[in-house]
């Protein structure tokens, strides 16, 4: 499904840079990759290679890493059972935003409903972006380029809430139970 997700690090106490991620951006799943990834590669592995390599962002990373990423095909589907390599999206392909996401970015921006941030104590801490006014405070933004419920505007109707950090040696199964 195409839940859309940023990935990012902190680059101080209220400053971090990230990207977007397209498909399957909740925690059982991308949350799950990263975490994975984070143990076996290492938390500068994601800055690097998934944050700073791509600024276009990542159509999936929830592939094969043992194979090299390889810029979108169009034909391919989101299956993470698939071996297939994780995708990105080309910076130069105009359909696609091609810059970093940052802190001044609005919750919700691109319709994101989901912000992983490796910090500098090296966890990755996750944000859902919620509902802070309105009839649907305190709910889950849902939507469609940032677009959630059809009578919320655009501004301070929606903010990136923590729900969860994990230690590298966290069992990953605690990360996929944050949806529980």
Not at 22 to 35: I, K
Not at 42 to 51: A, L, M, N, Q
Not at 56 to 79: E, F, H, M, V, Y
Not at 135 to 150: L, S
Request: with cysteine; glycine share 8%.
């Amino acid at each position: 499904m195409s839940t859309r997700s940023i990935i990012g690090y902190n680059e101080s106490a209220r400053k971090w840079k990230g990207v977007y991620h397209h498909w399957d951006g909740y925690p059982s799943a991308l949350g799950v990759t990263l975490l994975e990834l984070a143990k076996e590669k290492g938390t500068d592995f994601i800055r690097k290679e998934i944050v700073e390599a791509h600024p276009a962002g990542w159509s999936t990373i929830n592939r094969d890493w043992s194979q090299k990423p390889l810029p979108l095909d169009r034909d391919s589907n989101c299956s993470k059972e698939e071996k297939k390599p994780p995708e990105y999206y080309k910076p130069e392909n105009e359909d696609w935003r091609s810059e970093f996401f940052t802190e001044k970015d609005e919750p919700g921006t691109a319709g994101s409903e989901y912000l992983y941030l490796i910090t500098k104590k090296d966890t990755i801490a996750v944000y859902t972006c919620k509902y802070v006014t309105g009839k649907h405070k305190g709910q889950r933004m849902i939507g469609m380029f940032g677009m959630g419920a059809p009578d919320i505007g655009r501004g301070k109707e929606v903010k990136w809430v923590k729900i969860g950090e994990f230690k590298i040696s966290d069992d990953v199964q605690k990360m996929a139970d944050l949806e529980k």
